[in-house]
């Protein structure tokens, strides 16, 4: 009997995955950890492997198949000895057809009336004149168009995409009730006759808005902003490259921004935690995701237990993930998990920004650009290069004291670097 391969689940919040390509066909004999495809996930393009030998006797999902959901048959696999039953295409759904009811009054049919043209004034169509300029642009009849402004006045609005808003009948008539609009449809047909185009959402894009909508409207956010005088770190990141030139290692200012935070929560142990309903989940080990934008959407690669390891470790786990990413290539154990996370934006030019937390993580710190600034230095007024950081914090798992004693953290260990290494 063949074995039903099916759309398998390749990361916690994949629904729904694209058949990108397959690599085999029909006949071909394959073995177990042999690539059978290529499948688009919510985070990126991963292979799929097959886990039992055999030849591949009928591909069900052909290349580019979007929206395919997760358990769903995408091709059949026979045994050594067996032969492939012809294979039958999935039968659609039947269509449900509502039986008649009985002893129900039929409808009441709507009079014959002509639709009641627009209020009119003096013979003239009551309408503003932008509204008569897009009529004319779009080729609408003013008279069958119900005016929703002052008097019956026809007003931009009332036309819509480009359809427009019939009239109603008289009210004595009982008409059906039009079911409310998505407001994602409405806003789609806002544009009118502005050149625009319609792309597609991915996957991606999709989870990405689904669960930063779930975050804003069910996690309760709270804004901690501290400046960091960045000179010192500045300058120990110039004599530690300078000594890791020969070993081929550079590193930058957001390694040591990783690693800073992951002393600070090591310090603050009751900020590397998250709300888990009844339960708090408390940490002890610090892993840090670290934000990267890909095409189509951002995603968090995963540097594990960031407190314990060195800088030059950091830096090189930092780059390798933030490549796979780029190219689509991360496993689903480097981006998934993660205690905390950090968005740095400094490379924009970005002075401060407010980030939201990737559930179910309780906080994420935002970093903004190092700029010349006044500051004061030991009592002094000079001027030094200034980093703002501001943390996002669940507080329905990490009260404001907690939190601002993190950021008081992470300012210290920032301005004063070598403590991180020790």
């Known amino acids: 009997m063949p074995i039903e391969l099916k759309m398998p689940a390749l990361s916690p919040t994949m629904e729904e995955g694209t058949v990108a390509k397959w690599l085999v066909k029909e006949g071909d004999t394959v073995a177990a950890g042999d690539v059978l495809a290529e499948i688009e996930t919510d985070k990126a393009t ?61 409808p009441i049919a709507p009079r014959a009336d002509p639709v ?91 989870v990405i808005a689904r669960r930063l909508t779930e975050a804003k409207q069910t996690v309760p956010h709270i804004y901690l902003t501290v400046d960091c005088n960045l000179d010192a770190l500045l300058k120990l990141r110039g004599e530690l490259n300078a000594g890791l030139e020969g070993r081929g290692v550079k590193l930058s200012v957001n390694d040591l921004l990783i690693k800073a935070l992951g002393a600070a929560l090591v310090e603050v142990p009751d900020a590397n935690v998250q709300f888990a309903g009844d339960t708090l989940l ?25 407190a314990n390891r060195s800088l030059s470790v950091i830096a090189g786990d930092a780059k390798r993930l933030a490549e796979r990413a780029r190219e689509g ?38 970093v903004g650009a190092g700029e010349k600034r006044p500051y004061v230095v030991n009592d002094a007024l000079s001027v030094a290069t200034v980093m703002s950081a501001t943390g996002s914090f669940d507080h329905r798992a990490i009260d404001g004291a907690v939190g601002a004693e993190l950021m008081a953290a992470f300012k210290r260990f920032v301005e004063k670097p070598l403590a991180m290494l020790a």
């Open 46 to 106: 991963m292979e799929f492997e097959a886990v039992d030998e055999g030849r591949i006797a009928k591909i069900v999902v052909g290349d580019g198949s979007e929206g395919v959901k997760v358990g769903t048959v995408i091709a059949l696999i026979e045994g050594e000895g067996e032969e492939a039953a012809p294979s039958k295409p999935a039968a659609p759904e039947p269509i449900k057809v509502k039986a008649p009811e009985e002893n129900k009054p039929a």
């Open 116 to 206: 009641p043209q627009n209020p009119t004034e003096k013979g003239r169509v009551k309408a503003s004149p932008l509204a008569r300029r897009i009529a004319e642009q779009q080729g609408l009849d003013l008279g069958g168009i119900a005016g929703s402004g002052p008097g019956g006045r026809i007003v931009k609005a009332d036309l819509g995409g480009g359809a427009g808003k019939i009239a109603q009948p008289s009210a004595s008539v009982s008409q059906p009730v039009p079911s409310p609009q998505p407001v994602a449809a409405q806003a789609a047909a806002a544009p009118g006759t502005i050149p625009h185009e319609a792309i597609k959402l991915s996957n991606m894009r999709k």
């Open 282 to 306: 408390k940490f002890s080990r610090v892993d840090i995701s670290m934000a990267v934008a890909i095409p189509g959407g951002l995603i968090t690669p995963v540097i594990a237990d960031v």
């Open 329 to 366: 290539k991360l496993q689903p154990d480097e981006y998934q998990g993660g205690t905390a996370s950090i968005s740095n934006l400094g490379m924009y030019g970005i002075k401060q920004f407010d980030a939201v937390i990737n559930p179910p993580q309780g906080m994420i710190m935002a």
